[in-house]
């Protein structure tokens, strides 16, 4: 009789990890990488993750050059930001909310044993976004479930993780309804470097402007750090978050986020009691 495979042991979760989760190459800098500066500047080791290729961002390369481009220009925002890069596993509209993909969100989940995931707002313009969203939540859900098996199979860890949603782009959901944010991260001491990252992604400034009619690529993303900042009314720049539920997921008071920043996170007191 064969004997049983013996299941790895979870092992505990690093101490002050984060991992930013999201769509495109650029998307992280236009929505979190003010965040994720300051978690740095704070000591946590952070990562960054975009599922897709971003190969359908061009009208002048084929997909395969577009792809290779925005790797590149992916990798050098990465540097900017000083966090750690992993390569993209999908194609542009493809970033599907399915058991393979998922056990490969899993996998890197618990290769990096995050305590912090940053990603996309369960709202949002377009699906890509909104499957990464789901992706993270439930890839963070499973990352200390044994009985769920990961791609490449890593070993589950112990503790806390909270997920936090960034505001979708043009602060609203599909429906043109207003996204309102839970909490305010002040972002002004680190917005020049969160601009430089978005500066990064040469290929993107012609493309949007011509595909989705953007007055100017970095004027957008410095418009709506401002109006996050003029909403906070405290802040010049700012990025806005919503706190998943801790159900299933840590400690119901939990707010990992919040402990780092100190007093450049503000909580939204009229979101909270609007729960």
Same mark, same amino acid.
């Given at each position: 009789?064969?004997?049983?495979?013996?299941?790895?042991?979870? /092992?505990?979760?690093?101490? *002050?990890?984060?991992?930013?989760?999201?769509?495109?190459?650029?998307?992280?800098?236009?929505?979190?990488? &003010?965040?994720?500066?300051?978690?740095?500047?704070?000591?946590?080791?952070?990562?960054?993750? !975009?599922?897709? @290729?971003? !190969?359908?961002?061009?009208?002048?390369?084929?997909? /395969?050059? @577009?792809?290779?481009?925005?790797?590149?220009?992916?990798?050098?925002?990465?540097?900017?930001?000083?966090?750690?890069? =992993?390569?993209?596993?999908?194609?542009? #509209?493809?970033?599907?909310? +399915?058991?393979?993909?998922?056990?490969?969100?899993? &996998? #890197?989940?618990?290769?990096?044993?995050?305590?912090?995931?940053?990603? =996309?707002?369960?709202?949002?313009?377009?699906?890509?976004?909104?499957?990464?969203?789901?992706?993270? /939540?439930?890839?963070?859900?499973? =990352?200390?479930?044994?009985?769920?098996?990961?791609?490449?199979?890593?070993?589950?860890?112990?503790? $806390?993780?909270? /997920?936090?949603?960034?505001?979708?782009?043009?602060?609203? +959901?599909?429906?043109?309804?207003?996204?309102?944010?839970?909490?305010?991260? !002040?972002?002004?001491?680190?917005?020049? @470097?969160?601009? $430089?990252?978005?500066?990064? =992604?040469?290929?993107?400034?012609?493309?949007?402007?011509?595909?989705? &009619?953007? !007055?100017?690529?970095?004027?957008?993303?410095? +418009?709506?750090?401002?109006?996050?900042?003029?909403?906070?009314? *405290?802040?010049?720049?700012?990025?806005?978050?919503?706190?998943?539920?801790?159900? &299933?997921?840590?400690?119901?008071?939990? $707010?990992?986020?919040?402990?780092?920043?100190?007093?450049?996170?503000?909580?939204?007191?009229?979101?909270?009691?609007? #729960?």
């Amino acid at each position: 009789m064969a004997a049983k495979k013996k299941r790895a042991k979870p /092992v505990a979760a690093k101490p *002050k990890v984060a991992i930013a989760i999201a769509a495109h190459p650029d998307d992280i800098e236009f929505q979190f990488a &003010g965040t994720l500066l300051l978690l740095r500047k704070a000591g946590w080791e952070t990562h960054y993750w !975009n599922l897709s @290729t971003g !190969n359908c961002g061009s009208l002048e390369m084929d997909p /395969v050059e @577009t792809a290779r481009v925005r790797r590149q220009e992916a990798q050098n925002a990465a540097r900017i930001l000083d966090s750690v890069w =992993h390569p993209p596993i999908c194609n542009d #509209l493809e970033v599907m909310y +399915d058991v393979s993909t998922l056990r490969r969100v899993a &996998g #890197l989940i618990r290769k990096v044993q995050p305590t912090i995931v940053l990603t =996309h707002s369960p709202q949002d313009y377009m699906e890509d976004h909104m499957n990464v969203s789901r992706l993270a /939540v439930t890839g963070a859900f499973a =990352h200390g479930m044994p009985n769920f098996c990961s791609t490449p199979q890593a070993s589950t860890y112990e503790g $806390d993780v909270t /997920v936090y949603h960034g505001m979708p782009h043009g602060l609203m +959901d599909g429906l043109r309804k207003k996204i309102v944010p839970g909490a305010y991260v !002040n972002t002004t001491s680190v917005h020049q @470097t969160k601009m $430089d990252s978005l500066a990064a =992604h040469e290929c993107q400034q012609g493309w949007l402007d011509a595909s989705q &009619g953007l !007055n100017s690529y970095l004027q957008t993303c410095e +418009d709506m750090s401002r109006e996050l900042g003029r909403r906070s009314k *405290k802040f010049r720049y700012a990025e806005g978050w919503r706190r998943h539920s801790h159900l &299933g997921f840590c400690a119901e008071d939990a $707010d990992p986020l919040r402990d780092a920043l100190g007093r450049k996170f503000m909580v939204n007191k009229e979101y909270e009691k609007s #729960l």
